[in-house]
C-alpha cells in the first residue's frame, strides 16, 4: 500500500522529518498554496493529504487519488471538505479541534479594541505625517461596560466571553444548545434570543462554524435588526456575511463598524465565492481588516502542523488518531 504523504501548504521542516520516518513526503514549501491540478497530481497516489483552509476535498479530488486513507485538516472548522464523500471512500479526516481557540478569541479582542478606538484612521493620520500632537478629535467608544452579544457558544465563542470578562460589561450569547448552568456562570453569560442579542449588543461577535444553515446568515435584515450605532465582528468565516450588505450598512451609518478576519472569498468550497474582498469594505474608515491571522501565532501554527502530522502517522501505523471526525471511514476497504 501507498504511504505517500502530501503536505498542501508550508509547514516546518521539523513536520516534515517526522513525516518522513513513515512514508515519502511530497512539500509545498512555497506561500502560495497548491493548485487544484498541482494538488490533484501530488496526491493521486498518495496514502495521506495534509490539507489547510486552501484545499478543496471533494468527491473529485478524492476519486482521482484512489490511494487516500487520511485527509488530516490543519484546521478546526473544516467547511472546504466534503465529509460524506470521504467516508463513503474510506478516508479518515481529522482536524486540530482546540489549538486555534486561544489565538483566535484574543485576536477578537484585539479587533473589538482597534474597531472601537479607530485605530485605522488613528495610524492613517500618523503616517499622513498629519500628527502634531493631542487635539479633540477620533474619539471612539470602549469595551468597558459595553453589552457584547457573541452568537455562537464553541470553544471560541466561550473563550470570548472569558476573555472579555475583565472589562465589566453585559455578556450575552445566543446559540441552539445552552451552555450548562456551571459554564455560563463562570463566564457571566445570559443566553438570549437572536432578536434579543441584535437589539441589546453594542458589540455583535460571530463565532459559527460555516454551514448552509449559516452562509450568508448576516444579511441586510440582521444588520437593521441590529441596535443603532453597534459594531459587528467576524473571525470566524466570512461567507457568515453578505459583504456587500454589510458595505451598505456600515455607508448608511446603521453600522458604526466592522472587523474581520476572515472573508467570504477564502471560502473554496463556494462555487459562488467571490474573487475579492468586497471593495465597499476596503474603503471604509470604519472597517479594521486583518488577512485571516487568528491562528498566526508561530508555536501554535507549529503545534497544528504537528497535530496534522500525528494522525497521518497514526493512521498509516493502522491505528485511530483522536481528532477523527467521521470513524466509520475505518470500517471502509481500502481502494488502493
Known amino acids: 500500500m501507498s504511504s ?49 483552509m486552501t484545499e478543496t476535498v471533494d468527491a473529485a479530488l478524492l476519486d482521482a487519488c484512489p490511494c487516500l486513507r487520511i485527509v488530516a485538516a490543519a484546521l478546526k472548522g473544516f467547511d472546504n471538505l466534503d465529509i460524506a464523500a470521504c467516508t463513503e471512500r474510506g478516508v479518515a479526516v481529522t482536524i486540530v479541534p482546540d489549538l486555534l481557540t486561544e489565538p483566535t478569541a484574543e485576536l477578537t479582542l484585539g479587533l473589538m479594541i482597534a474597531l472601537a478606538r479607530n485605530f485605522r484612521a488613528g495610524e492613517a493620520h500618523m503616517r499622513a505625517g498629519a500628527f502634531a500632537g493631542w487635539r479633540p478629535h477620533l474619539y471612539g467608544s470602549t469595551l468597558q461596560g459595553a453589552t457584547v452579544g457573541v452568537i455562537g457558544a464553541g470553544a471560541v465563542g466561550r473563550a470570548i466571553l472569558r476573555l472579555l470578562s475583565g472589562f465589566r460589561g453585559r455578556r450575552i450569547y445566543h446559540d441552539r444548545q445552552p451552555l450548562d448552568a456551571a459554564s455560563a456562570a463562570a463566564l457571566g453569560a445570559e443566553r438570549v434570543s437572536l432578536a434579543a442579542l441584535q437589539a441589546a449588543s453594542d458589540f455583535v461577535v460571530l463565532a459559527l462554524p460555516l454551514t448552509a444553515a449559516t452562509q450568508g446568515l448576516v444579511g441586510a435584515a440582521f444588520l437593521a435588526a441590529m441596535k443603532p450605532g453597534a459594531r459587528l465582528v467576524n473571525p470566524a468565516r466570512g461567507s457568515l456575511v453578505d459583504e456587500a450588505a454589510v458595505a451598505a450598512a456600515l455607508a448608511d451609518g446603521h453600522l458604526a463598524g466592522y472587523a474581520a478576519d476572515t472573508f467570504a472569498m477564502e471560502d473554496w468550497a463556494r462555487p459562488d465565492r467571490p474573487a475579492a474582498v468586497h471593495p465597499g469594505l476596503l474603503a471604509s474608515d470604519k472597517t479594521v481588516l486583518t488577512p485571516h491571522i487568528g491562528s498566526a501565532v508561530v508555536a501554535v501554527r507549529a503545534a497544528i502542523a504537528e497535530s496534522a502530522a500525528d494522525s497521518i502517522i497514526t493512521v498509516l501505523q493502522g491505528g485511530v488518531p483522536e481528532t477523527i471526525v467521521n470513524p466509520d471511514a475505518l470500517a471502509v476497504a481500502a481502494r488502493c
Do not use: W, Y
Not at 511530497?26 to 501530488?42: C, F, K, Y
Open 4 to 52: 505517500k504523504i502530501v503536505v498542501a501548504n508550508r509547514v516546518d521542516e521539523a513536520v516534515l522529518d517526522r513525516l518522513r520516518r513513515v512514508g515519502e513526503v511530497v512539500a509545498n514549501g512555497q506561500d502560495e498554496p497548491m493548485s487544484p491540478t498541482a494538488l490533484r497530481a501530488a496526491a493521486a497516489d498518495a496514502a495521506a493529504l495534509m490539507a489547510f
